[in-house]
Each structure stands twice: as C-alpha cells, then as structure tokens.
C-alpha cells in the first residue's frame, strides 16, 4: 500500500482539462513544499512535469499545473491531447527523512 | 543536456548481490545527489535511498537499510547501487536519477533509463 492515495484511473477527452489528486498526511504532502509529479510512458523512465509543489522544471509544458491544499496534491493537464496517456505519480518528502510516491493514476485520452 | 546512463541487464540468483552502475554527464555532478527508485513489473514507483555525490551521505528507505550500499566515484562521475541477498521481489526496474532542476534531493528530476533486474530461483 503506498504511503500517497491517487485514483486508479482519470480519463478525458482531447482538449478538456483533468485533475488527479494526490492525498498524504501532515507528514509529507501537508507539511513539505517538496512535492513533485512524474509521467510515465510504457517502458519507458519517469518525466518530471511538477517540482515543488507547483514550479515547471524547464522544458516542460505550461499545460501542466500543480498545487496544494492541506494534506492533498493536484496536478492539473489542460488542453488534454492523445499524447498525455500515461501513468502519473506524486511524490513527497515525508518528516521520516524519506521520498514517498502515490500508487500512480493511469490517464486515458478518450 | 544531463544524462544518467545505467548499465545493463542483469539476471541473478536468489540470495546473490547485484551491482547496477549509473553514469553522468552534462552536469557537474559532484555538486548533486542521486536518488535510486526501483518499480517492480506492474507496479508503482518505490524509493530506495539517496547518496551525495560529493561527501557521500547516504540516506536510506527503511525496508533496503543493512541490504543496500551506495557510492560513487567522482573521478568518473559514475554511481552505483548494489542489493546484496536477493529474493524473487527484488526482480523490478531499477532507476538512478538526479535532482539537477530541482531545489531540493526530494524532487529528483533527471532520470536514468532502468535497469532491469531478474532474480530466478
């Protein structure tokens, strides 16, 4: 079971926008500015696409947003396009002095 | 552009010791850490420990204390893992990956390719 919650599944259509939460405790998400969010493609590496809670590192696209609110994480994709199917994770830094991840949601472009 | 360059494929026996290498390039790599992850078949993302490249401090998940060591060698800017008394739920991808466009170790955000490793008994 991992330590973050994330649905299993959001899906949307092309051009709509959609939010995958991303609920910890006052352990981590609540109580770090060090939350970050990944893409994963099939068999392929994890993309950071959120730093920081809400900070884009460089080259990632602006349809990407990240916030905050008490103990649970968003990240929103706007503008979906076919592209953005992917598994996508939250982390968090978590007061054990560990790095803790969401269980991952599966975005399907419909 | 930064790059972590992981070694190959590795197909051990149970209760053997694995060593995966990571090589870095692009950036100044004494002046960051690495993060290792690893996700098993089907799985989600599992965070491993994190090692400074330069003083070499190493900070570990709870369940791989005692079974993992890791290091690097900054004359090659190269990282290495190394899983020691491997069981069949050690077979998963594992990543290195740095946190060169992050302010903090917690948002590692340059990632490695994987390293697949099997473990058979």
């Known amino acids: 079971q991992s330590a973050l919650t994330q649905p299993a599944s959001v899906s949307g259509s092309p051009g709509q926008s959609i939010t995958i939460s991303c609920t910890g405790s006052s352990s981590d998400v609540g109580g770090s500015n060090y939350v970050s969010w990944y893409q994963q493609q099939p068999g392929k590496a994890p993309k950071v696409i959120i730093s920081d809670v809400s900070n884009r590192p460089s080259g990632v696209s602006t349809r990407f947003s990240g916030s905050k609110s008490g103990n649970t994480a968003s990240l929103t994709i706007s503008g979906l396009q076919a592209d953005d199917e992917a598994d996508y994770y939250c982390?968090?830094?978590?007061?054990?002095?560990?790095?803790?991840f969401g269980g991952g949601t599966t975005v399907t472009v419909l | 552009q930064v790059q972590l360059l992981q070694s190959g494929v590795e197909v051990k026996k149970s209760g053997a010791s694995v060593k995966v290498s990571c090589k870095a390039s692009?950036?100044?790599?004494?002046?960051?850490?690495i993060t290792w992850v690893r996700q098993a078949p089907g799985e989600g993302l599992e965070w491993m420990g994190w090692i400074s490249a330069y003083t070499g401090n190493t900070h570990f998940a709870e369940k791989f204390e005692g079974r993992v060591t890791l290091t690097t060698d900054m004359s090659t800017s190269t990282a290495y893992m190394q899983l020691r008394g491997l069981r069949s739920d050690d077979t998963a991808v594992y990543y290195c990956?740095?946190?060169?466009?992050?302010?903090?170790?917690?948002?590692?955000?340059?990632w490695g390719q994987g390293t697949l490793v099997i473990v058979s008994s």
């Open positions: 692009g950036y100044t790599f004494s002046a960051y850490g």
């Open positions: 990956a740095t946190e060169y466009r992050s302010s903090s170790r917690w948002g590692p955000t340059d």
């Open positions: 982390s968090s830094f978590s007061s054990t002095n560990s790095l803790v």
